[in-house]
């Protein structure tokens, strides 16, 4: 990834590396890591855009909003059937015979007699349509916004999902550094302890001065050890995310660097997040909802027209076939709905009220998001540049220092201090390259941008 990309990683420690290497070098120490733990597979390179990518296609919890976003689809279809004509087809066939007293309502004077039987068949076509019912209409709306607000929840998993995802990939890019720094200084340190032995074998050094290189030597090896033990546990996580199958090795394509720095101040990034966030763009189309089923309700107060109709054709015993049709339009008009109404408008004001509720907890979320992140931002990108100065005052103090020990004047002590501040200004300077980064992603989620900012191809 180039120095240029917005979301590129590149540690500006190289030049501590290449300073390092000027102090002295030995044959690199093999790397700690347990054989146990190296797998014989080759490793999937990712770079941060294709990891977010990968999740993104791949974690199950995307793929549950996705069926959520159908499930809400398939209810707003439902709800629209309701306004479009129903048709059906119809046949059938009756044989009746029938009491001529009970069709007369009076006994006959003859004594009960019976008719029939008689036969009729018909075959044809039923519809009905409801021409006008607003509670129908407004239903319908609401499941519109209902499916808006599915699609907006399934746009904040993405975003919540990506924010693990970079998060995470930092976290392997912190690790990877640290190792990348503490294999340098282990290679320092073995130096520094040859030089140390080669001195007490001139009489110039003492057997304590060996000893303290020794153990330096040990101190720097352990720290490589657990740098190499995060980065395992780092991409381990990583592999949860994206959903790959478990002991995939992977490797990172990026490296950590300073990422490129927003512009504008609280009230932009604001306002940008007010229009963005994923979470008010779902409860917006919940609050319209909310008020379409409140309208519905009330809506059945009003009076509906439907229309119905048939069309067949109809025989009667041994008589040929007539084609027959009949049109129906009915109006109905409620009288009294036992307390129906007036529940459900006092529940839909119940669900307005607490979606406006919960857009006051969220933009008041999101202005604290935004003041936070900037802050760490700002903070981070001062801690760079002081930190970027620390290592390089170090490598010139323990570059002195050897001098000094090697020219006989002094033992190892202020050498073994300035390796040890030369470990402590290497490790804040990757500590602020990442806390900077990570601020950046912060921000970025802040505003409702993470995905369009990190991944913009996914979209």
Not at 53 to 68: E, F, G, I, K
Not at 194 to 208: E, P, W
Not at 331 to 355: C, D, H, I, M, Y
Request: aromatic share 4%; hydrophobic share 40%.
């Amino acid at each position: 990834m180039s120095d240029a990309s917005p979301c590129g990683f590149g540690f500006p420690g190289r030049r501590l590396l290449l300073g390092l290497a000027l102090l002295g070098s030995s044959p690199a120490w093999a790397q700690v890591a347990s054989p146990a733990l190296a797998a014989p597979a080759p490793a999937q390179r990712l770079s941060l855009i294709q990891a977010i990518q990968t999740a993104l296609d791949q974690n199950p919890r995307v793929h549950q909003s996705l069926l959520a976003i159908a499930e809400s689809g398939e209810d707003r279809k439902s709800a629209a059937a309701s306004l479009m004509p129903h048709v059906g087809a119809q046949a059938f066939s009756q044989r009746n015979k029938y009491s001529l007293d009970a069709l007369m309502g009076m006994p006959q004077p003859h004594g009960p007699q019976l008719v029939g039987p008689f036969s009729w068949n018909q075959v044809g076509l039923e519809a009905q349509v409801s021409l006008f019912d607003l509670s129908l209409w407004k239903k319908w709306r609401a499941a519109q916004h209902a499916e808006d607000s599915t699609r907006a929840q399934g746009r904040a998993v993405r975003e919540e999902i990506t924010a693990l995802v970079v998060g995470q990939y930092l976290r392997a890019l912190r690790a990877g550094a640290s190792i990348q720094a503490g294999q340098s200084r282990v290679e320092l340190a073995e130096a520094l302890a040859t030089l140390a032995q080669n001195q007490q074998k001139q009489g110039v050094g003492t057997k304590l001065d060996t000893l303290r290189a020794q153990v330096m030597l040990q101190t720097e090896r352990q720290r490589l050890i657990q740098a190499q033990t995060q980065q395992l546990t780092a991409l381990a996580g990583l592999g949860r995310l994206l959903s790959v199958e478990p002991g995939t090795r992977i490797e990172l394509a990026d490296t950590l660097q300073s990422p490129l720095l927003p512009e504008g101040g609280f009230q932009a990034s604001y306002q940008v997040g007010l229009a963005q966030r994923p979470e008010l763009a779902a409860l917006a189309a919940r609050e319209q909802a909310a008020d379409n089923l409140r309208q519905a309700a009330q809506g059945l107060r009003l009076p509906s027209l439907t229309a119905s109709g048939s069309y067949g054709s109809t025989m009667l015993q041994s008589e040929s076939r007539a084609t027959t049709y009949q049109l129906t339009v009915g109006l109905r008009v409620p009288l009294f709905t036992g307390g129906l109404v007036s529940a459900q408008v006092a529940r839909a004001k119940s669900e307005q009220a607490r979606v406006q509720e919960a857009q006051r907890d969220v933009k008041a979320q999101v202005g604290y998001e935004i003041q936070v992140a900037q802050a760490e931002l700002e903070a981070a990108a001062h801690e760079v540049e002081v930190a970027n100065l620390s290592v390089s005052l170090s490598t010139e103090a323990l570059s002195q220092a050897r001098h000094r020990f090697e020219a006989g004047v002094s033992n190892n002590i202020e050498l073994i201090n300035a390796q040890d501040e030369l470990a402590r200004a290497t490790d804040n300077q990757i500590s602020a390259l990442y806390r900077m980064n990570q601020s950046r992603a912060d921000l970025a989620r802040a505003t409702g941008q993470l995905e369009k900012f990190y991944a913009p191809a996914s979209k």
